[in-house]
Each structure stands twice: as C-alpha cells, then as structure tokens.
C-alpha cells in the first residue's frame, strides 16, 4: 500500500488536496481511500458527500471516511483513561476537569491514526491519502510511544509482580484506586499499535508526507518548520504543495496580493530545494465537489501519477552526542569549500554557492551553539553543543 500525508498550517487547502489527490488516483485505478483524521472534518463538505466513521464508498475505486476520533479513543484507551479520572477524582479533582486532564493534547488524533495501521494490515487499498489536521502535532506525538514502550518494557513486569504483592495490602490500608492488569495490558496493547502505526508512517517504501502552504510569510515558516521536525522524527517528504496562486489577470484589489505571492516564489523554490514543487492556482470559488476537485488534480498533477515517490532520500536528521547533537544535513553535488554556515536565533542557514538553505532549528537546538562542522561523503555534519 501506498501512503500519502497531507500535513500544513490550518487553512492552506489540506483537504481540498487530499481529495483532489485520492480522487486522481481512483481515475488511475487504484483502490483508493482517503481519510480524515481531523477532528474538525471538512472531507465530506470538500468531496460533497456526507461521510461516516466507517470507509464508504464515493466512486469508483474511491472511499472515504471520516475517523471518529472519540470513538477511537474510547476503544483503543478507553480503561486507561477511566483509571486516570479515578486516580484524579480521589485526588479530590472535581468530575468536569478529570474528562480534560486525563487526555493529553492531540491524543485524540493520535488514536485515529490506528485506522491507518488497520487499513495497512487489512491490505484492501492500492493508495492511502490521509487529510491530516494542522501543524503535524500528531506526528510528533507519535514518537512518544517509542519512548512510552521503553518504559513499559521495563516496568511493566516489575510493577505487575508488585501488585501481586501490594495489591491486598493497599486495598486495606487505603481506598486509593489500584491499577488492575486489565489496564495494563490496554495501555501496553495501545502503545504497541502506536509504534507499528509510526513504523508504517516512518517506512519510506510506503509513506510520504507532503508539506501544503500557500505563498504568505508565516505559512511558508510554518511549512520549513513542518518540513525539519518531519524529516528529524525519521517520516520522509516527498513533495510540497503551494496552493492558491494568484492567476496573472487579477483586478486591482488583488494585485498588491499577487505582487507579493510572486516575490515569495523564487524564495520557497530555494528553501525547499531539493523537494519538487507542485502547484495549484486560487480557483474563482471554494472548491465542492467531484469537478472541481478533479480540476484541481489536474492542476497539481497534469499526467503525473500522484502515487508516485517524487523524492526519495534523507533531508536531515539528529544525532544525540555526549555533550549535544549533530545535526547532519546530506548534500549532494556540493564541494567543501563551498559551504558556509551561520546561526541566528533558532535557524541555521547554510549556504553553498549561491543556494542558501535554511533548517529551523527545533527547540532543544535553538538554545545550543553550532561549534564545530565536517564535510564527509556528500553529507554536512554540525555539531551542536551546550
Ligand atoms: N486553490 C484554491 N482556490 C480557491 N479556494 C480554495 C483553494 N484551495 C482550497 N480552497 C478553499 O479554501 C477553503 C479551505 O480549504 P481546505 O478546507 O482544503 O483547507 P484545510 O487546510 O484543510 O483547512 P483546515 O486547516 O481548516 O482543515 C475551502 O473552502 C476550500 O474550498
Ligand atoms: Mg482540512
């Protein structure tokens, strides 16, 4: 199966892409379907159809479903969450702020992600689109379970031998609720789906996350930043979007806005390189429906097979070191003695020859210092210490 992630700010057209993207695959032939794991849904307003929890099918080899988020929640880590408003509400914590303190945020979404893994295992589709919510926080918090599954590996035979002991006793001496096996193993169940979700979304042979902006100054930050914690948490990018470009034949009132999209142009080409640039234009009116949807495929895609991997190789990565990370950065067909590095606040700016690229640096980054870099087979090596 093949995955394709649509991820940017809030508004850009998401899911007006997604659409268009899966629909273009169904005319290819490929069993498609796309989901929505955006707890605000629009899929069923942008393809015009009212969709459900469950895929249902909206075309020829296209279906689409809209994943209830709650409803996953509630099945995947239902107990878990009942045992932590028990532990809150005999910590005196009032009924209405358990339901809130005992979710984390974004771990809604992060469940809805476990059809993904279901529709993986189940084998029935070609192509997998999937209509993220904004910014790809879920995709950071999926690399917790890594680190959660640590801890469970280690604990959990410990802490079930424990109970076995404390158990009687505690329930004597005190009525604070005790974990019961039964939550355990959800929490251990859930957690394990997790990581077989983030090795799916992290196998580059299957799944590629495609970053969506449009050519304003905020959302084109917003998209590098997307772009560096994506490729720094192992998912690969293959592609970004630039939606809603501003036809030549504007009237008055849009041309300033026009003149300003085509100054940012030329500068996302160089950000962005070595990713191709797809490109859609404002359409006259929002975008419902299976015509003008496909229209906008069109757009995007003109006789490319949006199923394809449209680059393939790492962007960057992190390494953790004894005093810091080395933030290792390939570049390929660049010489030594072309490179040049600069740090400003939290962004790292490399230039080679006339390219300048620019890596916002995550947060642990930002506070550190760039002491020290190598050149070494095609690839740029910064070590960051404290
Ligand atoms: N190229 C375009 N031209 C004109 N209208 C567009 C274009 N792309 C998207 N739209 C319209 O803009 C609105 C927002 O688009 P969409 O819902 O796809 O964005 P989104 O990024 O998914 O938003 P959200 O972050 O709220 O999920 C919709 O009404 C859509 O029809
Ligand atoms: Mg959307």
């Not at 992060?110 to 993986?120: A, E, V």
């Not at 790809?136 to 640590?150: A, N, Y």
């Not at 469970?152 to 005790?178: C, E, G, H, W």
């Not at 394990?192 to 905020?218: F, G, H």
């Amino acid at each position: 199966m093949r995955i394709l992630f649509y991820t940017g700010k809030g508004g850009v057209g998401k899911t007006s892409v997604a659409a268009a993207t899966a629909l273009r695959c169904a005319q290819r032939g490929y069993r498609t379907i796309v989901l929505s794991t955006d707890a605000a849904h629009s899929l069923g307003d942008s393809l015009g159809v009212e969709l459900r929890a469950e895929p249902m099918q909206v075309q020829t080899n296209l279906w689409a479903q809209e994943i209830n988020a709650l409803y996953e929640l509630e099945a995947s880590w239902g107990n878990v969450q009942q045992y932590l408003s028990e532990l809150l509400a005999w910590q005196g914590v009032e009924t209405i702020a358990q339901g809130e303190l005992s979710v984390v945020p974004g771990t809604e979404e992060l469940f809805s992600l476990l059809q993904i893994k279901r529709h993986y295992d189940e084998g029935k589709f070609d192509v997998l689109v999937v209509d993220a919510a904004p910014t790809g926080e879920t995709l950071r918090l999926l690399s917790l379970p890594d680190i959660m599954r640590w801890w469970i590996a280690r604990l959990m035979p410990v802490a079930r031998a424990l109970l076995k002991v404390v158990r009687p006793v505690v329930r004597r001496v005190t009525d604070m609720p005790i974990v019961e096996d039964d939550v355990l193993n959800t929490a251990q169940e859930a957690i394990d789906a997790l990581v077989d979700v983030r090795r799916i979304l992290t196998d580059q042979n299957v799944c590629s996350a495609r970053v969506v902006m449009n050519l304003e100054k905020m959302v084109i930050r917003e998209a590098q930043r997307s772009l560096t914690y994506l490729s720094l948490f192992g998912y690969g990018v293959d592609a970004v979007v630039v939606n809603r470009i501003l036809p030549e034949n504007v009237d008055r009132h849009f041309a300033a806005w026009r003149e300003m999209q085509q100054g940012y142009a030329p500068h996302v080409e160089e950000l962005f390189n070595p990713l191709p640039i797809f490109k859609a234009p404002h359409f006259p009116r929002e975008i419902i429906g299976s015509v003008l949807l496909e229209q906008l495929g069109e757009q995007l895609y003109g006789d490319r097979d949006p199923s394809e991997f449209f680059y393939r190789g790492p962007l960057q990565r992190l390494e953790r070191t004894v005093n810091g990370f080395d933030l290792i950065v390939p570049l390929p067909f660049v010489a030594e003695d072309q490179v040049h590095l600069a740090q400003s606040a939290d962004e790292l700016i490399i230039s080679v020859g006339w390219h300048r690229h620019r890596v916002v640096l995550p947060q642990s980054l930002a506070r550190m210092r760039a002491n020290d870099a190598f050149f070494e087979e095609e690839t740029l090596r910064v070590v960051f210490t404290r």
